[in-house]
Nanobody, 128 residues
């Protein structure tokens, strides 16, 4: 079983940057995608970015494209999310997740229901 632990959240002003990390342990080979998701109070969880762990292809939600970058360090089993030009609407709990996806197409790749292993989340707060 894969275990995921996020870190790196915090409070920043609009325009600032944060880097989230997700340390993976266990049978990571059982998943072919890892992703970052977020959930704001009163809203549904949404996909932010995902990466094909074998080939490294990345996928982004339109709302973060050009501002966020997902990457992985395979040697350390760490997933990152570099977030730049943060906006107040980026405020949410951010979750790391892993899954074994059968279909590699958007928007499926960013659909939370496709991922079965989740971390506990890390809070990101962006003030205006």
């Amino acid at each position: 079983q894969v275990q995921l632990v996020e870190s790196g959240g915090g409070s920043v002003q609009a325009g600032g940057s944060l880097r989230l990390s997700c340390a993976a342990s266990g049978r990571t080979y059982s998943s072919n995608f890892m992703g970052w998701f977020r959930q704001a109070p009163g809203k549904e969880r949404e996909g932010v970015a995902a990466i094909d762990t074998g080939g490294g292809t990345t996928y982004y939600a339109d709302s973060v494209k050009g501002r966020f970058t997902i990457s992985q360090d395979n040697a350390k089993n760490i997933l990152y999310l570099e977030m730049n030009s943060l906006k107040p609407e980026d405020t949410a709990m951010y979750y790391c997740a892993a899954g074994k996806l059968r279909f590699w197409n958007m928007p499926t790749i960013l659909a939370p229901y496709e991922y079965n292993i989740w971390g506990q989340g890390t809070q990101v707060t962006v003030s205006s």
